[in-house]
Structures are given as structure tokens and as C-alpha cells.
């Protein structure tokens, strides 16, 4: 490996990792919280005039103006707080991955995995409002789950959903806990334990609400799963 | 109501409520921790003298050892760490009470509700074996707990069984987490925090690990239903 | 149990769950945080038309107002932050259900769990403002608690109150400790601990806040009592 | 003021505040945790000696054999875990000190209190076994505790106990949450907070397990009141 | 004791306790929060009519102004956000008692303790501005805090000035922590700690920023004194 | 999918659900602690009967012993606390899965997993004592790492390692917390947390100390990666 | 040491600590929350009339304009909310002391860091967006950094970044964590915890976004450093 | 910066960084825990052979005797629980590091810290049973701590003494709070708390009981100290 400092491009604000495509497979994705309109832009601007792809997470309303002002293309997706640009949109991959979600207060974040992974090159399969308190729903589904590649589980309050499906599928399933609740959900803390207590094998957890982080994770296994159905 | 100090018996090393059985319908229970074999055998033959039926919880084998001793007809539940005394057995009713159980760790914790549900009256019906990780085998015994007045589930872990459990049954639901798992169940946390988050409506929780406490309150339900069956 | 997919009703937003009532014994209950007034509004019509009784929970003025535009019959509960639509309403049962509440400060948890019993078919007893440190209040009214079928005890701060109910009474009590408090109160975390704590045999607790949760199981008790008392 | 370096005496081991006793009204105390036996004994003839009084608390009975050797007059108090030396005892007061207490459980830490009390000069009256969950034993010992100057409250679980008392007495209430409990109660945090949010006016709390510290205030009071009675 | 439920005047939205200054020795305190201007106003106009004397904590403007409308005498205390009224003024205590505070953003807290002691009939003698990494300061006023009958200790951050006190003073220290802070103070958790950890003996503790109630504990101290003195 | 209540084959102590190799791609795996070594034995010969291999994790040396007495397959890691029996070997994959280790403390942990992916068909690349304070370790390692599927990485203390690894490869990471450590890391704590707010892109979590579930979902990728390259 | 009770001075909201340059090497630092803007800026005045020179931190505008026009010196640092005044500066020392910064999230604790260093006399280097995630950007910036004197490293969500730099340097380590982050990272505690357990040898840690006192210790250090280096 | 992978060391059990003494300045250092006597042995042998000098913390006797036999010049410091090797001793500083301490229970993490100074070159200036309720016993050494070049300051209950020294000294103070205490010191969490909540400038933290740390941290400090001043 032989990575340079020429890898980095320094914009004033930040010093964008550039190399980070080549290193990683993905380029470098902009977190929101904390950065002016402007800052946001302009570093949005050096990744996609560099990659011809962008993806924002977090971003509120007035990032997602400037960011639009700066670039045509640009397309906010309020619901998942996220604006993407797809000037030269990742190649796309074979298999599909889920995105399976606990209740309509989860939507945010479940959108936040969904419109990342779509960027990212997956094809998506929504599976919203399946809940274990009414276990049919998601019985009704399991089918087209397993038929997916990878599984990410959006769910807040107990966090018990990513068990359940843990033990009818044979995917690696990505739990993301959300802070839907309220008393002792503390925040998220009580699915983000359940989840890592899961007695359902083989569930792994991202952060309270980072329904990126867990897209990610998918998105890197669905990527390898093309790239070894395509080697010959 | 009229209670007066004289329903308090001192017998030294504490004062029994020997009145309790009248106000809230069961004589007092013994808590076992803390008590020297002597203290707890001595607050037992009194309490079995004056109501003719005793159940203490928590119990290491040198009290039940000093409770058998002292009281022939005591009975010592090792895996349930009980001991009971029917000399005059309380009256029995007519409906069960389902005890659900997540896993074999959990079985202390059940027995412990199974023991003190019996030495109350009710008949117990035991689901021992049933998660969430393996939906199935709880949809195949959903009709028999159906069939039950109240339902105690005992859960560690993620503690989402009784989530399952409330969107399949109409009966009233009290769960109990257990200290059962490792790492971030903390103790016995995570279970707690689930079953308090719980989705499914209706369902109570009471401490971690309190088997008894939720048999109690499970007892209190199918009690009443049996006096309001028999009441003509 | 031969539930099938048919019982799920898609209105786009939601998954509504049509098949519960049949299998929990009351439909399907709407929490109001999350949802756009419209959507709620929608969810509680596709309810109304199936079953002729709703209820919505955590409703904010907006929410209540889109649902009263679109539901004529639909009442908004303020204090209680509760809008219940009762076209065709529930049976009534026999037995009431105590609603204990130790501080003004508790009233919209305490009326929370009113509202949810009455629009479930339950005869509700209030006691509000009876606290521990003025046992005589309590005692006061105990004899007026004990004629009730369950009894749900609401309070913040040390959440002392079931301890002491319980051992005054018969019935089961169902604790909802609330966010009343500061400092080391921790939003009510205080209040929960000592309830889950409770010297008070057979005490239940449900979330922080969660008036509606108690009532949902004090009122689960009551019509098995109702149906007990009526079964010949 | 004018204290100096000369009223430490330094031994090795400490530097024992000899002077302590002239500027806060009491000698120094020792607490034995992380001491060896010999160093507590010495560390205690020291004080003797020089005040011919002294109180050590959480002694093991290896410690307790040293001091008992080192020290003709020591005593032993084996369930409070103190030794105490009164060589030349400190002056007794008029009035006592209440000490509270909830269980049989929390009898370690009420005895620190009543043996801390009984050496710094106080009449103690004890009130064992006294729950909130069986209220009306509490009614019938009001008087007795109101006669007192001071009250201290020891209790686990939910601690409640000392806002009921509060509630009855005109008297300063200090307020002991103990370790007793499990599950929830997370080693007296449960208790503990439930004391620091008691709605009873003016109870104040020390630390878990602290039965000497509430002594220590307690006894503060009543000394002043005595002084303040003999004051002409 | 012979109290009766006719203690109690029922005004709707409270049952006001008006039997307490005969049990407790002060009349009942008014907690300001979640309740409306009005009924605040509603029931420190019935307590002032029994007893001629108020007092309001947490009261915010709005309440404030509510109250001073409807009862000439209130007075607004706008720093410790208290409204009293002495119509009837409580008697009078010869000694004062101290009460000191670690910093200027402490002041509220100090001022809620001031006001309050001031209208339950104390002297207060204020020391604000005293500091553990200023030892200096505090040496200059010990003998004026020992010349107090009790001494209120407000403090932030990491709470170690009761510790200090305490070892300087011969007086009853009654510790308040204080929210003031950011980060791993964790909103006033980090000084409560340390207080209930004070290596100061005889430091008691109370919530988080309760400035009131520490001042209700010095006070019923003071009054105890008081009465020693004149009894004859 | 047609599962039937005929895939539990009941053993008395536990219900072993043999139909999970079918649904999930693996057998079920034993949780060892709580168990008695002959229920323990008994659950094992029951699962090698039926699917030809087994893996039992955190298992103590009694109950090791207990299992290669029963089935003289087995084989006892010590130092991972497994043991595995691979009477019928599952089929080997032909990507490697590389397990990354912090330090030597960290080592039971590491080889729970490195056991786990043995047994279940995976070559295992051990990459153990590479740490964040030593960086150079690290990159002397990377293309080693890179050339594997998937990657565990296991680390206590402050949990830094996956990040730094995330952010040099291109390959799924799961990272495992383990309880190593003292003071503030709380039992793994510090290093969970680390972990789930860690900056690098796609690393997802499991429990603390959880190298087995680590494992698994690391050989569902690696599993699935070989299904694809051998598809045709 | 002969420090007497006026080197204070009392101007009535405060009493301003003037003899602290001469006891600690630098005067009093303002901590701006909870001061109004005319308190605010008299303080201000007092010390740069005896002193010449000001820092004020956590400053908001209103407040810093206030300072600013009671102090036309005075310069408002908005990104670090700080005001500083230097009428007569402090010495200027030879050595420099690094800032290292985690993100762009972090720069307001980084300035906060800086701008103390710069008006305690030290020559600041900022490397500013350096992580762990992108480790080759921090190898590049390794000789600039070990060529100061201290260390100040700024770092929120795992705060792994410390450990890295501490096992590249042999200066002082200073870690700052940060509360940016969400979801798990608790306001910061996530970082705190891994700087504390931070696997690099003598890192050193304060308060969350206690940019101020890492600064304040570094320059502690530098001032040190210069001393000695320039006593003959 | 031109590290190379030849800079470590594989002694199988480990890969020891023999590199970085050259880096940072001090060789690595063993954490004892975890490693069996023979591995810990080895290891101690491996960086003796290198550099002459070794330090081992937290070593207990069973591996303290294993490592005293394999290396005759080994020291065993029993009650800092560290074995040191000085065969080729590090240079000698010229000046002094101060290791307070608040009580006799603190000892063994003081020793450590000392013993951990001494092995790297410092002259050790003791000051033991410091307590911040004693505040004349600081003021005493406070012109001896002035003389020292860095100071170390161990406490654990509350954690208030770094304040307190912090105001009284010039010299960079490092906080070591101690996991002395019960009940709410939670193990230590209490000191750590009020150490970073310190109101006196510049005082950094350690992990709870990390003596080693905070030694290493102002041997860092002592050590420029010394290079500054014999630099011409």
C-alpha cells in the first residue's frame, strides 16, 4: 500500500481524503451536524468535481439549499435528511438488500439506509412497518428477505425485532437501534442493548440512529458478493 | 378498616404481619437474604402456626436446611432456591396460570414463579424453551397459553419475548428480566429496559429476576377471576 | 390460530393491524409522536370504519385537530393528550378500576390512563392527589380503592406510593412511574427504580409516563373479571 | 483561628488530627477498610490516649482482635462491624436519637448508626422493622420518634420510608439508603434516589450504607441542643 | 396522634394539606412547577388565608404574577424564583443560620435556601463566592460560618467545599449540589457525588439544585434551638 | 416457508431446534454457562447425532470434560473456552476471514472467534497484538488483512483498533468490545462505545466479549461469498 | 507562604481573586455561563486594570459585547467563544504547543484551546482535521508535532485519536474529548471513556470540551520549559 | 519519521516494540494482568536484554516470583504491586515529581506512581494522608509541593484535593482518583467526576488507579524540564 499526502486536497475548511475511493471503494461520505451551508457546499462540490458522485447525511434544510444552489444535480431527500448527487453514479449491483423497519417513527432513519445503499449502488427491498408484537406481518415477509443479500434492521423502543429475524433468515443482518421512545428508552440505549444482548446468532449493531453506518456495512457485502459472481 | 398494632407479632428478631393474610388476601412471604438459618426458621414456625402455610424465597441450602428441620412438612425447591410449608393448604381455583420461559438459564427464575404460583393455588402451566429467536416454537404453544388466566414470561438477554407474547394472547402479561446474558446485558439491564420498551400493549414488568413477585401479581389476577366466577 | 395476511389492512403510511381486536380483544391502538397530523388522521379513520372505537395517545393539538376535522364523533382529551373517537363504543363492564395519583404534577399521566380505560369500557375511580407523606389522605381512601377491580398508581419523584397501596390493598396494582422531578429524579428514572424496588408485594410497572400502558392491563384484568362474572 | 502543624501527631502509618476533637467538637474516627490490624490498633491507642475515646467502624474481626489485644477497654460490636474504646466517655445529653429502621436486612447499618450515637454521647431509642409496605406499623411508633431531637432513617429497596416519616414529624429526619435489595435496586443507587427526590419536606440523605455519617450528623444536632438547654 | 381527613381542604384542583403546620411545624410549600398561574394563585391564597404565611419555589414569571395579583403582600424574589407571603409573619429564631455558596452561578440555588430559611423565621448570613481552589477565602470566614447554628453549603462542579467546611466547622453541614457545569458533570451528578462521598463526617446531602429543601432541614434545626434555649 | 412444530426434538432439559441448519445454514450452537455438564453433554450428543458437528461456547473445564467423555470426537480449546466435535465436517470455504487482535489480554476473545469460523468452514488469518499506540504494527499488516473477506476485530480498553482498520481496507469489519481493562472502561464499556461511535465508515458491533457472534455473521459473508464465486 | 484575605477584591457581584497571578503564575480565568453581560463585563474590567491582561471563556455574544464596550482592547474570538484583552500582555515563551483536531465538528474546543494558549503566551501549532480513520494524514504531521512542546489533542466520538499521537510522540499528551457525536456517544462520555482508557502511555485527560484547561496545563508546561531553559 | 517493522521484536507470545524507547523516549512498559508468570517472565527477559531496564504493573506475587527467578537483578514492590529491573538504569532528572496522597487507603496507587517515577529517572517527593477535611496539613507542605517540578496527586471518596492543590501551587497538576469508597463512589466513578469537574485550572485526569499513568505523564514533564535546562 503506498499512500501519499498527495491523497488529501485541502479546501481550507477541510482536507478532503480523495484517495479514499481507491483505498476503500467508496468515496468519502459528508457528515452534516455543525458545518455552515457554505463549508458544506463547497466541500460537496470538491468530492463530486473529483468522484462525480456525493452523499450528505444529516443535512437540514438549509445545507440542503446551498448544497442544491452549488450543484444541479443535487437531490435532497427530505424525509431521509440526506442530499445525493449522482453526476456519475457507482456502478450498480447485482443482488438487492433489505431494508426491514419496526414502525412509522423509525421511518428517518430506515430512509437515511435506504437512499444510502441506492446511492451506493443496491438495489433496495422496503419492508416497513413489521413489528414483533404482531409477528404475522413479518412471517408474511420472510420470503422475500431471505431472498435479499444483506438485511438492515431498523427498529427503536425494545429492539427485539432484528432477533426475530435473525432466526428465520440465513443473511447477515445489520441492526440499527433507533431513539424512538420515550421514559426508558432512554435515547435509543434500550434497543441499542437489546440488540447487542440479541439471542438471535450473528446480529451485528451500529450506533443509535445511523441508519448510514448500517448501509454501509450492507453495501460492502453486497459489493464483494458481485464482484465474486462476476470474477470468472 | 380497622387495623390495630395487636395483628403484629413480635417475636424479637422481627415483628410478623400476622394480619397481612386478612388485608391483602395471602399471609406474609420470607425474603431469605440476610437472615441467619435460625432467624428465618423461627419466622417460619410462626407464620405457619398462625396461617398454616409459608413460602420463603431466596433461600441457600443452610436456611432450608434449618426450615426442614424445624418444620417437618417443609418442602425444599432447589432450583427454585424455595421452601414451602402446606399444613393447611390455601384453597384452590379453577383457572392456570402460564409460566413462559425464554431459556434453560432462565429456569431458576421460572421455578421460583412456578413455586410460588402453586403454593398460592393456581395451577401452572409451563412453556420452558420458548424465544424469540425461533418464533416457531412459540406460535405452536400460543393456544395453550391463550387458554391461561395471566402469563409470566421470564426473559433474559434482549428480553423481547413478552413483546411476542402480548401480540398473541388476550390475557394479561407480567414479565420478568433476568440477570441471565453477559457484557452489556449489565446485570440484567438490557431485559429490563426491553420489557419496560415493550411494543406489545399491556404488558407490566416487575424487578429482574423477581419470579416471585410476578407470580404474586399473577396469582392476585387469577384469583379474583376465580371469586368473581363463584360469586352467585 | 389461523391468522392470515388478510388481516393487515395497507393504507400506504401503515400497515394497519385490522386482525387485533379478534386476537387481543381491543383493536389496535395509535401513538401519536412521528406521525403528520394527516397521516393520523388517516390511520384513525381506517380504524373508526373497521371497528367504530378509536384511540390515539401522545396527540399534540395539530394532531388533534386533523383528526376532529376528519371524525366528527372524535373528543379531544387536552390534559390528557388523548383524542378518542367512540362511534360504536365498547362493551361496558361491571367492575371500576382505581386511577391513584400522588401530585398535581402527575394529573396528564394520571388522566392518560383514565381516558384509555374509559374509551376500553371501564368505570374509573379517581384519587388524585394522595401522596406519602401525607399517609392519612391515603388511608383516607383506602377502603374506596379495595371496591375497585384493579388499580393503576401513578407518581414521580421516589415513586413511594405503590409500596404503600399495596399494602393496604387486595387488588393488583399496576405502577407508572413519571418524568416529575429534577436533579437526581433523572426524568423519572428515580420513580422507576423505586417501584420496580417496591416492598409491596406483587407491585407491576410499566414505562416512565406510560398512563396509557397501565390502563391497557388494569383494563385486561377488569373484563376477564367481567366475562368470569358473566359466564354461566 | 489559629490551628498548627503541631496538632498532627505524626505516627508512621497517619498523621492522627489530634486537634480535630478542640475544633469540630469530636476526635478523629477511624475507618478500617484498607488498614492492617496492626496499624488500626496502633492508629487507635494513639487516639485513646490522647482523648481516652474512640470509635473505628467497618472493622473486620481481625482488626476487631488487635484493638480488642492493643486495648483493654475495646469492645466489639460484631453486627454494627465497630469497635469502640470509652476510656473516658464523653459527655451523655439530655435528649435521643431515633433510629429507624426497615428490615431485618438493613440491621448492620442501623446498628453502625445506634453504636456511633450511643459512644459520641446520645441516648438512642430504636425502631426496628417499621415498613412503609405495612404503614400501620409506623402509625403506632409516631409518638415515640417525635419525642426524639433527631431522627435517622435507614432503608433499602425503594426507600421509601423516610418521606413517610417526613411526613409525621416535626423532627430533623437523616435519611440512610442501604445495599439491600437486588436486581434494580443496582447496590442501593435505587434507594438512594428515592431519598434524594423524598417529597418529604427537609429529609436529608448520606451516602449508601453510611449509617455512621447520619449518626454523626444527628448526634451534631442533639449536642447543640443539649448545649443549647444548659446555656443559662 | 389524632389526625383527621377533615385536615384537608378540597379546592378542586388540590386537596390542600392545611393540618401540616400542626404536625410538621411549618405550613405546606408550594412547588411551583406544571402547575397553571391560576390554580397557584388558587392555593397560596388558601394557604395564606389559614395561615397567613406562603411560600412558592420554581415559581416562574407568569405564576409570579398571578400570584402577586391575586394576594397584595406576595413578594417576587426574582433571582431564587420564590414568591413568599407574610401576612402573618412566622415567629422569629434568635441564630442565624450560614449559607454559602462556591460561585456566582451558584446564586439561585443559594437565594432559594436564603429566602426560604428568611421567611421560615431564620437569620441568614450569606457567604457566596467561597471556593475550594480559593482556600484562602474560606479560612478568612470560618469563624463566622461557626458562629451560625447550621450551615447551607451550595456548590457546583465537583461539590468539594461541604468537605472543607465540614472540617473546619463544628456545626451541622447541609450539602446542596448544583446543576452548574457542562460536560462529565452530567447536569449537577458529578458534585452530588462527591458530596455523598465528602470525606467530611457528618456532610448530609439533598437533590440536586434543592435549595429549598437544604434550608428547611437548617431551619427545623434552628427552630429545635431555639425552643431549647427558652424552654424553661 | 413451511416449518413445522416437528423440527423441535424434545429432550427433557431443552427443546433443540434441529431445523435451524435448514432455515439459518448452520446447527444451533450451545451456550455453555448455566448448564450442568450432563445437560450439556446430553444437548451436544443429541446435536452431532443429527447434523454431524457441533460447537459449544464459553464452556468451563467440567463441562468440557463432560462432552469428550460422551462423544470422543470432541475436541477442548481451552484458552477460547469452546469445545467443537466435527464428526461430519460442514464444508470449507475459499476465502479466509482474519481475526485482529489488540492485545494479549485480548487473546481468549480472539480465539473464540478464530474457534468459531473454524469450525464453520472458515480459513482463519490471525492477526493478534497489533494495537492503535503502535500504528506501525498495524500497516506492516494491512494487505494481509485486505486480502481476506471479512474482518474481527477484537479489542478492549478504548476500542480504537477498528476504526484504524476501517479506514485502511476495503472489507466488512465487525468489531468486538472485550471486558479488558480497569476503572473507567466499566467492564468494556469504554470500548463498546468506542466502537459504536467509531469514525471509520461500516463497522458494526457486537456484544462485549462476544467473539463467537462476531465469528458467526463474519462466516455468513464469507459463506455467501463462496456460494457466489461458485454459482454458475 | 503568607497569602492574606486582601489580595481579594470585593466589587459586589464577585470577589475577584487578584493575588492568583502571583500564587498560580497566571490571573484569573472569567467562565462566562450564568453571568449577565454587565456582571460580565465589570469583571472584566477589575482584572485588566490590574493585571492588563483578560481571558474570558464559553462567552456568548451578548456578553462578549458588553466586554467589548467596556473594554475597547477587548478582541471577540466568536469560532472559540472567548474574548480576550491584552492591554499588557503576558510574556511570550519560545516553545510552541500543538492543537490536534479530530474534525471540522471539533474546531470550536480546538480555537477555544488556541486562543487560551495564545493569550498565555504560547506560539500555537494547529493541525486541524487529523483522524484516526485516515491514519496516513496524521504520519505526515508526526515531526511537526513531537518538534513542540506539548500536545493538545481535540477529539469527539471514540476519541482514539489521542492513543494514536501518544504512541508516535515523547511530548506531553493533553486529550480533550469532545460532545460531538450522537446517538451512543452520550454527549461526549463515549470519548471521555476512550481517553481515559487510552492504550497510550501518559495521556492525560480533562472535562469534555474543556478546550480551556487542556490549554491551560499545556501552557503550565511551556511556561516551565522556558523558565528552565532560560535560567542560568 | 523512518520506523521499520524490524523495530519489533517476536518472542511468539508477543511482538515487542523494542523501537520504542527511540520513539517516545522510555521503553514499553508490561501491564501485568492476564499474562501467565512464564509469558510475563519471558517478556520482562526480552526488554531487559534490550534496554537494561524494565517496569511491570499490576503484577501479582505468582508472577512477581516467576520473574524475579528468570532475572536475579528484579525488585518486587509489594505494596505498589510492580516489579522494576534497573540493570542499565535510565538517566537520574534533576528535578523532583510531588506524589500526594488523601488517605493511608490510597497507598498502593501512590506507590505505584512513585515506584513507576523513580524506575524513569525522577527524584520522588512524598506527601501522604493529605486531605482536603484537613485543610491545614495541605497548607503545611504546600511551599515543598511549590518546589517540585510536577505534582501527582492521588485521591479517591470525593476527589476534591487536585482543587485544592491546583490553587495553591504554579506546577502542572496530574489527578489520580482511586476506586477507594462504597456505596455512591461507584467504584471510583465519584473521584473521577469531581476531578474533571475541577474548579482548579489546569488539572488533568488518569483512569481510575492508574498511578503508572500519571507517573509516566510527569516524568514526560520532568524529563523536558531537565533536557531544557542542560541544553546550551
Keep these: 500500500m503506498n499512500q501519499s499526502a498527495s491523497e488529501f486536497l485541502d479546501i481550507g475548511v477541510a482536507r478532503v481524503d480523495v484517495g479514499r475511493r481507491d ?5 468519502e461520505v459528508i457528515f452534516g451536524p455543525g458545518k455552515t451551508p457554505e463549508d458544506l457546499a463547497r466541500i460537496a462540490r470538491t468530492i ?19 448544497v442544491c444552489e452549488a450543484i ?6 427530505e424525509r431521509a435528511r440526506c442530499v445525493t448527487v449522482e453526476r456519475e453514479p457507482l456502478p450498480k449491483y447485482d443482488g438487492a438488500v433489505a431494508v426491514v423497519c419496526a414502525g412509522t417513527s423509525d421511518l428517518p432513519v430506515a430512509e437515511e439506509a435506504a437512499v444510502t445503499l441506492d446511492v451506493l449502488g443496491n ?19 420472510r420470503d422475500a428477505i431471505e431472498a435479499c443479500n444483506a438485511v438492515v434492521v431498523v427498529a427503536g423502543m425494545e429492539g427485539a425485532l432484528p432477533s426475530a429475524i435473525a432466526g428465520l433468515v440465513s443473511k447477515p443482518v445489520v441492526a440499527v437501534p433507533t431513539s424512538v421512545g420515550y421514559g426508558a428508552s432512554f ?24 441508519g448510514f453506518g448500517a448501509a454501509y456495512s450492507a453495501a460492502t457485502i453486497n459489493r464483494l458478493l458481485h464482484l465474486a459472481a462476476h470474477r470468472e
Design 187 to 210: 435515547g435509543g440505549l434500550a434497543a441499542l442493548l437489546g440488540m447487542l444482548n440479541s439471542c438471535g446468532s450473528g446480529v451485528t449493531v451500529v450506533n443509535i440512529d445511523n
Design 123 to 141: 438495489r433496495v427491498e422496503r419492508f416497513f412497518d413489521v413489528g414483533v408484537a404482531g409477528i404475522h406481518r413479518l412471517l408474511a415477509v
Design 72 to 77: 444541479p444535480e443535487a437531490v435532497w431527500h
Design 23 to 27: 483505498r476503500c471503494g467508496f468515496p
Design 48 to 66: 463530486v468535481d473529483r468522484h462525480g458522485v456525493v452523499l450528505a447525511t444529516r443535512v437540514d434544510p438549509a445545507q440542503a439549499h446551498a
